[in-house]
């Protein structure tokens, strides 16, 4: 069996070849492809091809996808999130150090300098950008995600003392945060107490505006923000406001608007936090691993609309289906089968939003019989989509 990807927007071949001798990649059968990777593509006003069964995204937002009209016609959307985390984590890390000591004011200023005895006008001036440690000095970081919680690990280890906050963290971050980092249940205790505040977490109406004004009355002179996450997580009017008392010393951050620009008290990065090589390779890598498994297996690892599943596939046929979540499907899925005395190996649905996703696992070598099954869920109103893979 051969499955067709179409590409846009140059994925990195590496990350192709996970994707294994049984695709062909924006080949002949391309005008009708089973699955999509892209990165930056839009794909609003697109009509998608009626073989279209995935789309995987090599970075993390979706914003770029109908993810609704996908699920409608039962098309799986993947991401790849902490692909580009370590990425994010080194800027972040840069970024406490930048504030710390203005490497970027000091490396200005010297430019400037002119005539022989530059380096005489260097020791006389360089006082002016001495600068603090980070050794010892307290570090909130609100979300422990996948950026989160390398910033946390890797803070401690550069000797500061770090507050953690994230109240849903997930089980696997949490195994994978040092007991060092000091668990904080309110997140006021971070902007009571810490020196550096950096925050990771999705721009929600929950977490619009973290930085206000209240927020920023908690700080102590002198707080750096660090905002590699989203724009509106801080309110620009109030941080103004407290750049100008000096309780914020410094705000970095990864998205510019343009009253943020050449302020002092304030760096602006484009955008660059997750755009290295490594993590752009490790986008595609992701992308193809999904892609592959879902097509080969019809197992789902990091979809935005469907469930996480997965179940070895070791019966002769696998059916998987996905479905409106409506009640009872599962046992209208299996009356279907029972109906044809075929045998189930093994069933597995799982729901998310309104639709859901089924594996159902074959006891039965004969086609004739599981593609009169495979025909009976296609004329079923609830079904959206139904495909039949071989097992070994
Ligand atoms: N600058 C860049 O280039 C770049 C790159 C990647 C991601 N990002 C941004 O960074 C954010 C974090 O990315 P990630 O990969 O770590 O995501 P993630 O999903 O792994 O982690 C987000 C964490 O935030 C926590 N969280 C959610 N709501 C919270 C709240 N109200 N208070 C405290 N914690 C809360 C979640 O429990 C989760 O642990 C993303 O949402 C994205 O906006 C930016």
Known sequence: MVFSVKTFNNINQIGLKELGNQFQIDGDLAENPDAYIIRSQNLHDVDFPSQLKAIARAGAGTNNIPVDKASEQGIVVFNTPGANANAVKEAVIASILLSARDYIAANTWTNTLTGDDVPKQVEAGKKQFAGTEIRG?????????????????????????????????????????????????????????????????????????????????????????????????????????????????????????????????????????????????????????????????????????????????????????????????????????????????????????DYAYTLLDLDESDKAKVDELVAKFEENDNIVRVRLIKGN
């Open 137 to 353: 000095k307290k570090l909130g970081v609100i979300g422990l995600g996948a950026i989160g919680s390398r910033i946390a690990n890797d803070a401690r280890r550069l000797g500061m003392t770090v507050f953690g906050y994230d109240p849903y963290v997930s089980i696997d971050a949490a195994w994978n945060i040092s007991h060092h980092v000091r668990r904080v249940k309110e997140l006021k205790e971070i902007f009571e107490t810490c020196d550096y505040i950096t925050v990771h977490v999705p721009l929600t109406p929950d977490t619009k505006h973290t930085f206000n004004a209240e927020t920023f009355a908690l700080m102590q002179k002198g707080t750096t923000i660090i905002n590699f996450a989203r724009a509106e997580l801080v309110d620009n009017a109030a941080l103004f406001d407290a750049i100008e008392t000096g309780v914020v010393k410094r705000y970095i951050t990864d998205f510019g608007t343009e009253e943020l620009l050449n302020k002092e008290g304030i760096t602006v990065f484009p955008h660059v936090g997750g755009s290295t090589e490594e993590a752009e390779l490790n986008c595609a890598i992701m992308a193809g691993q999904e892609i592959r498994q879902f097509m080969e297996t019809g197992e789902i690892t990091n979809s935005v609309n469907f469930p996480n599943i997965h179940q070895p596939l070791s019966a002769p046929y696998r059916i998987t289906l996905i479905n409106k979540n409506v009640p009872n499907i599962v046992a209208r899925i299996s009356t279907a089968v029972s109906d044809l005395n075929i045998n189930i190996d093994n069933i597995i649905n799982r729901s998310k939003g």
